[in-house]
């Protein structure tokens, strides 16, 4: 806001996980106030989750996917090869391991729970409720999902599905 207080208007916004909220606020699809609550409810509700970790992985999404086990999932793909891993604490540690003896660069990331996987899942009723209670408004920016990469259409911007599998 301050930039945009100086005369800088964005053509167009994204944001990565919280910051696609970010975006989504400035952009006008919610208020600040109903942005902090989904932000607070949805931290309450990830928190609640059961715990798990996440490793950065400098390979393609591809190439990560063959060396997936168990219940470990791509939680995000950051760039061309850099793919993110989401699992439990033991399944994490044990892929890394395979990792160093294949010498594929990796690094455990500082979470405290598997996020932007399969995990997050028994947030999404409680977050649902707090989505439902916000008014969901046409974006007045173009915005990118960071779920596809694509635009974020005006439909997507203002239903309650699209922030439920954003979690």
């Known amino acids: 806001r301050m930039v ?5 208007q964005p053509a167009a916004m994204l944001g990565h996980s919280l910051g696609e909220y970010v975006a989504a606020c400035l952009s006008g699809v919610f208020t600040l106030p109903e942005a902090l609550r989904l932000v607070a409810a949805r ?6 989750c059961e ?3 996440m490793i950065a992985i400098r390979a393609t999404s591809l190439e990560t996917q063959k060396m997936l086990t168990g219940s470990l999932e791509i939680a995000a793909t950051n760039s061309p090869d850099q793919t993110v891993v ?3 604490q033991r399944e994490i540690e044990s892929l890394n391991e395979c990792l160093k003896k294949e010498e594929i660069a990796s690094q455990i990331l500082a979470t405290s729970h598997a996020f932007h996987s399969a995990s997050m899942e028994p947030a999404l009723r409680e977050f649902e409720r707090a989505l439902r209670e916000v008014d969901l408004k046409e974006p007045q920016l173009d915005l990118i999902s960071n779920r596809t990469g694509t635009w974020l259409s005006v439909e997507q911007a203002m239903s309650v599905d699209y922030w439920l599998e954003h979690l």
């Open 51 to 53: 715990p798990g970790q």
């Open 4 to 8: 945009m207080s100086c005369g800088v």
């Open 43 to 48: 931290g309450r509700a990830m928190q609640a």
């Open 86 to 88: 989401s699992g439990p």
